[in-house]
């Protein structure tokens, strides 16, 4: 089973603050210290060192430096580690473990100790051997190995393109909120993104770009992750033998879909509450039931597999050309129809039926 793990946002710059690195000096010149509002105590540093010593924390004696602008990296670490670390409550290999810290993940170092680390990951918060860690200078320089970069979409509807350059062929769209993987660096405010199977191109005037990295979690964090990837492969297990209980069964498809009757149509949209169109509200409801289907009305017609119409069962895709609703049984359809109707029920044979798919 695939691993995932909890991930939450991080900007770097939130980042620069306290010099962790042991051994480390920092220099600073007169220009720089009126500049900047200091950090070190108002009795010199002399004295804070001196504090430091008698209190047995030698190992953190650069918590009371000014950062540079580039040290934004220096309480910033990386797991080094090929699958993941325990963090521990106590600095000590036999206390119990809060979380893990796995091989992508990012953390901030609160304290150093003699061969503990004291961190922070997402939720997560305890010990982990320093071997486990890159630090530093070194994370700096590993930093983008680590970086999650996405796009946000803030139009209702944005062309993916095969090329950069609204000339370049549309291979789907995708719809307003949604995020996505960018694959490389951007080439004149284009951004490579993929979108389920396609790889292709979108306009950086329509979307948000931000950059995010992977994090630890608790044990209670993964607990609940657990349990609710057992239930998502229970019931595709389900699916694929035919013994589809009533939690995913056509008619639960439907009696779901049916909640978002007379909400709005918008053309672009995946929002069953503030509007979607008619691919955006099929992919929608089966995401619901942990089933991905693809973007457009088109891609469509090959998810699942082909029955007839005379065969229909409740939750079966009815497609159209350029439209697709969700049979409900009695010759009816549920979809997204128009800005006029919004979600409805109309008539499944209202046009001609191009193909009809069962997912379930």
């Not at 600073?28 to 010593?53: D, H, M, N, R």
């Not at 918590?63 to 521990?88: H, K």
């Not at 800005?339 to 798919?357: F, H, L, N, P, Q």
Request: some cysteine; glycine content about 10%; hydrophobic content about 35%.
């Amino acid at each position: 089973m695939e691993k995932t793990h909890i991930r939450q946002r991080m900007i770097c710059s939130a980042l620069a603050g306290l010099v962790m690195i042991p051994g480390s000096a920092f220099k600073a010149s007169a220009a720089e210290q009126t500049e900047k509002q200091p950090f070190i105590q108002a009795e010199g540093i002399e004295s804070v060192l001196e504090k430091c010593y008698e209190t047995e924390v030698k190992d953190n004696i650069n918590l009371y430096l000014v950062p540079t602008e580039e040290g934004e990296y220096l309480n910033m670490a990386f797991s080094d580690t090929e699958d993941y670390t325990y963090i521990r409550s106590a600095p000590d290999e036999n206390s119990d473990w809060v979380g893990k810290l796995y091989t992508d993940s990012a953390a901030q170092v609160l304290e150093y100790l003699d061969g503990w680390t004291k961190i922070r990951s997402g939720s997560a918060e305890g010990y982990v051997p320093s071997e486990s860690l890159i630090t530093g200078a070194a994370a700096e320089e590993q930093a983008s190995e680590y970086e999650n970069n996405t796009v946000t979409v803030t139009a209702y509807a944005l062309n993916v393109r095969d090329g950069q350059g609204t000339s370049s062929k549309i291979l789907t769209q995708i719809g307003r909120d949604e995020t996505y993987k960018v694959t490389g660096a951007a080439v004149d405010g284009w951004y490579p993104v993929k979108v389920g199977e396609i790889d292709g191109w979108v306009s950086g005037n329509y979307v948000t770009a931000d950059t995010s990295y992977s994090y630890g979690e608790t044990k209670e964090e993964e607990e609940a992750r657990v349990e609710e990837e057992k239930r998502r492969e229970e019931e595709a297990q389900a699916v694929q033998t035919g013994t589809v209980g009533a939690a995913a069964s056509g008619q639960a498809v439907i009696d779901y879909a049916c909640q978002f009757i007379g909400n709005p149509y918008v053309w672009g949209g995946t929002s069953l509450t503030n509007g979607a169109d008619c691919s955006g509200f099929v992919q929608s409801v089966y995401a619901h039931f942990g089933i991905s289907l693809p973007r457009t009305s088109s891609q469509m017609r090959s998810a699942g597999y082909a029955v007839s119409y005379e065969e229909a069962l409740p939750g079966d895709l009815i497609l159209y050309d350029g439209h697709v609703g969700l049979y409900m049984g009695d010759g009816n359809i549920v979809n997204a129809m128009n800005e006029a109707d919004g979600i409805g029920i109309c008539s499944a044979t209202y046009t001609t039926i191009v193909a009809v798919r069962r997912v379930l």
